[in-house]
T-cell receptor
């Protein structure tokens, strides 16, 4: 059974930093592209970014609102995905979900078959 | 970016009625269109992928259709647990953006 457990959320002041983690199980983590999706309170779903597998280059892509402020990384030995968030803004407030983005032969690009429970990030003074 | 526009924003229906939700893309996404359901306090759940394929465990009352720029999610007969927010999502190009959502509420 695929499980994704996000952690690290909390209250942070504007301009501050936070690092989220996502512990994955139930699939071969090193073979999966991974991603982060967020949802502001009462709003829709928004992509944050994705990371390829290390053998494929480990390349990251981000969406415009977070580019140059957020960094996605992975530790395949721990089956863990990270999201380093710097220069946080009030509009970064929301629930952050990690999700597999692509797994060859199993999950197509961008299809989110599995979601974690999310972790809440609140940016407020 | 490919923008997805969902309509209506809110759909007020009674249990047993048929729900028809629309999603229009700003450019063709072929059949790379998915639908998700989200209930309050929960993560989204994938219902339909690649326009018309039901995900594992999704009841047959959910069906998807369309290609190119116009897509439809149909719930043939609403059950009480179907009242939720529904999002469409394209995966033709990065970023695979979501639409703004349709709220299906009890009339």
């Amino acid at each position: 059974e695929v499980q994704l457990v996000e952690s690290g959320g909390g209250l942070v002041k504007p301009g501050g930093s936070l690092r989220l983690s996502c512990a994955a199980s139930g699939f071969t983590f090193s073979n999966a592209w991974m991603s982060w999706v967020r949802q502001a309170p009462g709003k829709g779903l928004e992509w944050v970014g994705r990371i390829q597998t290390i053998p494929e280059g480990g390349t990251t892509d981000y969406t415009a609102p977070v580019k140059d402020r957020f960094t996605i990384s992975r530790d395949d030995s721990r089956s863990t995905l990270y999201l380093q968030m710097d220069s946080l803004k009030t509009e970064d407030t929301g629930v952050y979900y990690c999700a597999p983005y692509f797994y060859r032969g199993m999950w197509g690009h961008g299809l989110v078959f599995h979601w974690g429970q999310g972790t809440l990030v609140t940016v407020s003074s | 970016e490919i923008v997805l526009t969902q309509s209506p924003v809110t759909l007020s229906l009674s249990p047993g009625e048929r729900a028809t939700l629309s999603c229009r893309a700003s450019q063709s996404v072929s059949t790379y269109l998915a639908w998700y359901q989200q209930k309050p306090g929960q993560a989204p759940r994938l219902l339909i992928y690649d326009a018309f394929n039901r995900a594992t465990g999704i009841p047959a009352r959910f069906s998807g259709s369309g290609s190119g720029t116009d897509f439809t999610l149909t719930i043939s007969s609403l059950e009480p647990e179907d009242f939720a927010v529904y999002y469409c999502q394209q995966r033709s190009l990065w970023p695979p953006l979501f639409g703004g959502g349709t709220v299906v509420e009890i009339k």
